[in-house]
């Protein structure tokens, strides 16, 4: 990690976007996640991290793919290994 970003070992992703101006971080940070946190501040520079909204969509639908899922295997197993 680069000195001037100052943010500790798991604080951002492996890959980055670190604009120049503080405002960009910000603006950025405030539109593209759903519930931006800043992890920095280091010589006017501002660090955000957070869940991007596509992100959040995908691991919703997922859940619930699994749900589907699992509860179909529930009954099969009920139905089908009741002896």
Do not use: W
């Not at 070992?9 to 492996?14: F, I, M, V």
């Not at 639908?61 to 099969?76: D, G």
Request: aromatic share 12%; hydrophobic share 50%.
């Amino acid at each position: 990690m680069p000195i001037h970003v100052r943010a500790n070992p798991g604080d951002y992703a492996e890959a980055c976007l670190l604009p120049g101006d503080p405002l960009r971080a910000q603006y950025i940070a405030e539109s593209y996640f759903d519930e931006p946190v800043q992890k920095n501040s280091e010589r006017g520079l501002l660090g955000f991290t957070g869940i991007s909204a596509a992100s959040a969509d995908i691991a919703r639908v997922l859940f619930y793919i699994f749900v589907v899922i699992f509860l179909v295997l529930l009954i099969l197993g009920l139905t089908i290994f009741r002896a």
